[in-house]
């Protein structure tokens, strides 16, 4: 599996086939966006963990994580958008965020030190729960 993989994930990484996809700037191509991460992490998942760390510096080269924090804090703002399509994103997105994050504490330092992390995580606190019916107390 790893023979198939690598040669993909590297070809999705070398190219710019993975920033093309998952930062766009129509709201016609948003559907794409968490099939897409969904399938990357879905083979990403399978690799053996050398496989993996290789991925996530590849991800912080690209600067990932940061260009995730960026378009998270525009996907607040876009109006119009179908609800559960934005939770899907943000969910994609966050997960891109902490794979490219995870066991590099300076990069995390570093990306949201470049953002403006205080209004991510406000945004972050006050976005709506869709994940429980709501029901009067």
Do not use: W
Not at 26 to 38: C, G, L
Not at 90 to 116: G, M
């Amino acid at each position: 599996m790893i023979n198939i993989n690598m040669p993909l994930l590297s070809l999705i990484l070398n190219s710019e086939v993975l920033t093309n996809v998952i930062y766009v700037d129509q709201v016609e191509k948003y559907e794409i966006i968490p099939p897409f991460i969904t399938e990357f992490f879905l083979i990403v998942k399978n690799l053996p963990m050398d496989h993996k760390l290789e991925i996530s510096r590849a991800l912080k080269k690209l600067n990932i994580g940061y260009l995730s924090i960026v378009f998270i804090l525009g996907m607040f703002t876009e109006t119009g958008l179908d609800p559960i399509l934005r939770k899907n994103i943000v969910l994609a997105h966050l997960e891109l965020i902490y794979f490219t994050c995870r066991r590099d504490q300076d990069y995390a330092q570093e990306i949201f030190s470049k953002s403006n992390s205080s209004e991510f995580l406000d945004q972050i606190m006050l976005y709506p729960d869709y994940s429980t019916l709501s029901y009067p107390y």
